[in-house]
């Protein structure tokens, strides 16, 4: 008789605390697969929290005020290298991606993932498996593959931007309303409008659709 699996314990890193809630609500349906031990809303909470409960398994937000995730992997893991660490972000940027997975995550994954194929992929890296959303997969082989046509880790004009800058981009050019954005990112539509303006400022565009095609060049849609 096969002996079941315990489940694997998880640690939440989001600055947003509406979506952790939401988050551990929906993991906790799944009590006999993983359980949730412990949550932050800041790098420094992060690390104080992963190294107290010492999880299997971290989901890590990519933008956050005091650093982001690649700060949390870069003080965790030479600590705590036992952590397995999947990215979990509203950004699908091949930037972003390729930062996180240099900094040691085993996967990345956007926050548009079911509840049910989520908990696959922690239960996937806790195993040891490598787990990308499928559009994600192919910057991350491109990148370390270095061949002709490969995702560009850096940009001079996108530099320019900042994270929530392009947070901003990335929805506005695939259709969404100021009012969306705004909803998306918890945020107000007066700061997506400040936002927008930043972009047009540093990209020196005149409209949306010029920042659409702009952002689709550079893959961030």
Same mark, same amino acid.
């Given at each position: 008789? +096969?002996?079941?699996?315990?489940?694997?314990?998880?640690?939440?890193?989001?600055?947003?605390?509406?979506?952790?809630?939401?988050?551990?609500?929906?993991?906790?349906?799944?009590?006999?697969?993983?359980?949730?031990?412990?949550?932050?809303?800041?790098?420094?909470?992060?690390?104080?929290?992963?190294?107290?409960?010492?999880?299997?398994?971290?989901?890590?937000?990519?933008?956050?005020?005091?650093?982001?995730?690649?700060?949390?992997?870069?003080?965790?893991?030479?600590?705590?290298?036992?952590?397995?660490?999947?990215?979990?972000?509203?950004?699908?940027a091949?930037?972003?991606?390729i930062?996180?997975?240099?900094?040691?995550?085993?996967?990345?994954? +956007?926050? +548009?993932?079911?509840?049910?194929?989520?908990?696959?992929?922690?239960?996937?890296?806790?195993?040891?498996?490598?787990?990308?959303?499928?559009?994600? #997969?192919?910057?991350?082989?491109?990148?370390?593959?270095?061949?002709?046509? #490969?995702?560009?880790?850096?940009?001079?004009?996108?530099?320019?931007?900042?994270?929530?800058?392009?947070?901003?981009?990335?929805?506005?050019?695939?259709?969404?309303?100021?009012?969306?954005? #705004? #909803?998306?990112?918890?945020?107000?539509?007066?700061?997506?409008?400040?936002?927008?303006?930043?972009?047009?400022?540093k990209?020196?565009?005149?409209?949306?659709?010029?920042?659409s095609?702009?952002?689709?060049?550079?893959r961030?849609?």
């Amino acid at each position: 008789m +096969t002996q079941a699996r315990e489940p694997v314990t998880v640690f939440l890193v989001d600055d947003h605390g509406l979506f952790r809630a939401g988050a551990r609500t929906e993991l906790e349906n799944f009590s006999d697969k993983v359980r949730v031990v412990g949550e932050a809303g800041s790098v420094r909470e992060a690390v104080a929290g992963i190294a107290r409960t010492k999880p299997q398994v971290v989901l890590l937000d990519v933008h956050m005020p005091d650093g982001g995730g690649a700060e949390v992997l870069r003080r965790i893991r030479p600590e705590h290298p036992d952590v397995v660490f999947l990215a979990l972000s509203v950004s699908d940027a091949a930037e972003d991606v390729i930062s996180v997975i240099r900094g040691g995550a085993r996967g990345y994954v +956007t926050k +548009t993932i079911s509840s049910r194929d989520l908990v696959q992929a922690i239960l996937r890296v806790a195993d040891g498996d490598a787990v990308f959303s499928p559009r994600l #997969a192919g910057f991350v082989l491109d990148a370390f593959a270095d061949r002709p046509g #490969a995702a560009p880790i850096s940009d001079p004009e996108l530099d320019l931007l900042t994270p929530r800058e392009r947070d901003v981009l990335r929805l506005l050019a695939r259709g969404y309303a100021y009012k969306e954005i #705004a #909803a998306e990112l918890f945020i107000s539509v007066k700061t997506v409008e400040t936002h927008v303006s930043s972009v047009l400022r540093k990209t020196q565009l005149s409209n949306r659709y010029e920042l659409s095609r702009w952002a689709s060049d550079r893959r961030l849609v």
